[in-house]
């Protein structure tokens, strides 16, 4: 399996930008898949979630403000990023099980600018 991040960039407070996990090697309709970051000086956290059943979750900070999304045709997941703030500001990663095993994508910078 791998994961292939991108989208990152540098963004101004309130702006917006897309990042995208292409995956192959599994399916993003049978298992979870997951955004995480991790924020300058501080641990992976994760950021959004959606299961095979398309139970959605959300870190409560960027609740109201990220949509995580996937289109199985492609075998990609999205996460929606609006209303970007500094702290969101870090590393992104998409990440997933499959077959018992736990995959990693390489991460992409997202810069968020007041």
């Known amino acids: 399996v791998q994961l292939q991040a991108s989208g990152g960039g540098l963004v101004q407070t309130g702006g917006s930008l897309r990042l995208s996990c292409a995956a192959s090697?599994?399916?993003?309709?049978?298992?979870?898949m997951s955004w995480y970051r991790r924020a300058p000086g501080k641990q992976r956290e994760l950021v959004a979630r959606i299961a095979s059943g398309a139970t959605i979750d959300y870190e409560d900070s960027v609740k109201g403000r990220f949509t995580i999304s996937r289109d199985s045709a492609k075998n990609m997941v999205y996460l929606q990023m609006n209303g970007l703030k500094a702290e969101d500001t870090g590393v992104y990663y998409c990440?997933?099980?499959?077959?018992?095993?736990?995959?990693w994508g390489q991460g992409t910078q997202v810069t968020v600018s007041s």
């Open positions: 990440r997933t099980f499959w077959r018992g095993y736990e995959y």
């Open positions: 090697g599994n399916s993003v309709r049978a298992t979870a």
